[in-house]
């Protein structure tokens, strides 16, 4: 690579003095490995970088023209394509072939790589980005996935945690060893820290000393509690 930053124009590119056979296709081929070695260098796992580089060429190969070409009706087309058909693909697999496109419009219009001066120079004509909001799916709360399996509005989980929270009191209540099962459930992806019941607050306090101030405890506290056998 030519220049200080990975994913710079190659320097058999930019010699004058060396001829390109087919140069729309062996400069497109430097792109796609220029983006490669940017996104290396940046740290991505190489499945996604495979994926990406994937994707813009299937997208070139689609529109029959190269990026110093490429118009936003492009990725319009390609993107209605891809949606349509027998087997449609998810709102979350074009949200990120769009992203894609756009990643790698980015980098060929950024100035630390140089294509825009190179590609004005060999062809007359210069890349741009082509994906905006307009012509690209945008990231919502209620198409992020399929309606069977969105997330819990905040007043669901709530009653979820009321009820939870119900039942661990009514089986401590009730004398059961089950209430430490049901505290474990309740505490399950919420803080470390829960609200016990007040009674078993009171036989903390009287047995183990700890002389609580506040209802949150944590999981040691429960273990102790347990071990005491309350």
Same mark, same amino acid.
């Given at each position: #690579?030519?220049?200080?930053?990975?994913?710079?124009?190659?320097?058999?590119? /930019?010699?004058?003095?060396?001829?390109?056979?087919?140069?729309?296709?062996?400069?497109?081929?430097?792109?796609?490995?220029?983006?490669?070695?940017?996104?290396?260098?940046?740290?991505?796992?190489?499945?996604?970088?495979?994926?990406?580089?994937?994707?813009?060429?299937? +997208?070139?190969? !689609?529109?029959?023209?190269?990026? *110093?070409?490429?118009?936003?009706?492009?990725?319009?087309? !390609?993107?209605?394509?891809?949606? %349509?058909?027998?087997?449609?693909? /998810?709102?979350?697999?074009?949200? /990120?072939?769009?992203?894609?496109?756009? #990643? +790698?419009?980015?980098?060929?219009?950024?100035?630390?790589? =140089? *294509?825009?001066? &190179?590609?004005?120079?060999? +062809?007359?004509?210069?890349?741009?980005?082509?994906? &905006?909001?307009?012509?690209?799916?945008?990231?919502?709360?209620?198409?992020?996935?399929?309606? =069977?399996?969105?997330?819990?509005?905040?007043?669901?989980?709530?009653?979820?945690?009321?009820?939870?929270?119900?039942?661990?009191?009514?089986?401590?209540?009730?004398?059961?060893?089950? *209430?430490?099962?049901?505290?474990? @459930?309740? %505490? &399950?992806?919420? %803080?470390?820290?829960?609200?016990?019941? @007040?009674?078993?607050?009171?036989?903390?306090?009287?047995? %183990?000393?700890?002389?609580?101030?506040?209802?949150?405890?944590?999981?040691?506290?429960?273990?102790?509690?347990?071990?005491?056998?309350?």
């Amino acid at each position: #690579m030519d220049g200080g930053a990975p994913g710079f124009v190659p320097r058999v590119l /930019s010699d004058p003095a060396v001829g390109l056979f087919r140069a729309d296709e062996r400069v497109f081929d430097a792109m796609l490995d220029g983006w490669r070695a940017q996104m290396l260098a940046r740290g991505l796992a190489v499945e996604t970088i495979e994926t990406r580089c994937r994707l813009v060429r299937r +997208f070139q190969e !689609f529109c029959g023209e190269f990026p *110093w070409q490429w118009r936003p009706v492009d990725i319009g087309d !390609f993107l209605s394509t891809r949606r %349509s058909g027998d087997r449609p693909i /998810s709102l979350t697999t074009l949200r /990120s072939d769009s992203n894609a496109v756009a #990643m +790698f419009c980015a980098y060929l219009t950024h100035p630390a790589y =140089g *294509w825009t001066d &190179f590609c004005e120079k060999a +062809f007359g004509d210069i890349p741009s980005q082509i994906c &905006f909001d307009w012509n690209r799916p945008r990231h919502t709360t209620d198409d992020a996935v399929p309606a =069977g399996r969105r997330t819990f509005t905040k007043k669901e989980l709530q009653r979820l945690f009321d009820y939870q929270d119900d039942l661990v009191d009514r089986e401590h209540a009730a004398g059961s060893k089950r *209430w430490l099962p049901a505290y474990r @459930a309740a %505490s &399950f992806g919420r %803080s470390r820290e829960r609200v016990l019941p @007040a009674a078993q607050r009171a036989a903390l306090d009287r047995r %183990s000393g700890i002389g609580l101030r506040a209802p949150c405890v944590t999981w040691d506290v429960i273990i102790r509690l347990h071990q005491a056998g309350r």
